[in-house]
């Protein structure tokens, strides 16, 4: 069992930065893939980022890499997002998750999910 807890949400300008923290609880989190999704209104969860168990493999949305960056640190359950360079169509919920695979973009393999935080972008 996993549980995770999304933090770092907030309000920002277009072109400003946020980090996005993942939390986790569990001891199966060290070797779960963890991702990030996220869900605008009006539209359907998407992926945006993914990073294996040891770190070594990461996978990016094409309308993310390069402003984008995910990491972890198992030492202390957790999992970042670093976003930068951000425009107001990155505004929606995110979200993170746990996988014992690496699927990193199908969403329905992912076993465990947290409550999501908020991230606005205006222009």
């Known amino acids: 069992q996993v549980q995770l807890v999304e933090s770092g949400g907030g309000l920002v300008q277009a072109g400003g930065s946020l980090r996005l923290s993942c939390a986790a609880s569990?001891?199966?989190?060290?070797?779960?893939?963890v991702g990030w999704f996220r869900q605008a209104p009006g539209k359907e969860r998407e992926f945006v980022a993914a990073?294996?168990?040891?770190?070594?493999?990461?996978d990016y949305a094409d309308s993310v890499k390069g402003r984008f960056t995910i990491s972890r640190d198992n030492a202390k359950n957790m999992v970042y997002l670093q976003m930068n360079s951000l425009k107001p169509e990155d505004t929606a919920v995110y979200y993170c998750?746990?996988?014992?695979?690496?699927?990193?973009?199908?969403?329905?393999?992912?076993?465990?999910w947290g409550q999501g935080t908020q991230v606005t972008v205006s222009s």
């Open positions: 998750a746990a996988d014992q695979e690496f699927r990193p973009r199908d969403q329905y393999s992912y076993d465990y």
């Open positions: 569990g001891r199966t989190f060290s070797s779960s893939t």
């Open positions: 990073i294996s168990w040891g770190g070594g493999a990461k």
